[in-house]
Nanobody, 115 residues
Framework: QVQLVESGGGLVQPGGSLRLACAAS????????MGWYRQAPGKERELVAT???????DYTDSVKGRFTISRDNAKYTVYLQMDSLKPEDTAMYYC?????????WGQGTQVTVSS
């Protein structure tokens, strides 16, 4: 089993920054993909950014140039640096780990962008 614990959410003004972190523990394979998804009220969960253990990244178009995903493989931790935040970035952000055919989710951390 794998456990994911997110941290770093909160309330920020438009144009501000936040850094999310997700620490994984348990039976983690050396080859995996970790990332972030988000879900706003009344909307479906959507991909924000992912990063493979080999360093390949993927971003949704709306965050390109503003968000940066990174990971520390030794610590089994993935980060999401979010800059130039907009009100439309407001959502619950979920950490995700995919290895083999199994997908794990964290409990989520709320990000609210508002003045």
């Amino acid at each position: 089993q794998v456990q994911l614990v997110e941290s770093g959410g909160g309330l920020v003004q438009p144009g501000g920054s936040l850094r999310l972190a997700c620490a994984a523990s348990g039976s983690i394979f050396s080859i995996n993909t970790m990332g972030w998804y988000r879900q706003a009220p009344g909307k479906e969960r959507e991909l924000v950014a992912t990063m493979s253990s080999g360093g390949t990244t993927d971003y949704t178009d709306s965050v390109k140039g503003r968000f940066t995903i990174s990971r520390d493989n030794a610590k089994y931790t993935v980060y999401l640096q979010m800059d130039s935040l907009k009100p439309e970035d407001t959502a619950m952000y979920y950490c995700n780990l995919r290895q083999a055919v199994v997908i794990y989710w964290g409990q989520g951390t709320q990000v609210t962008v508002s003045s």
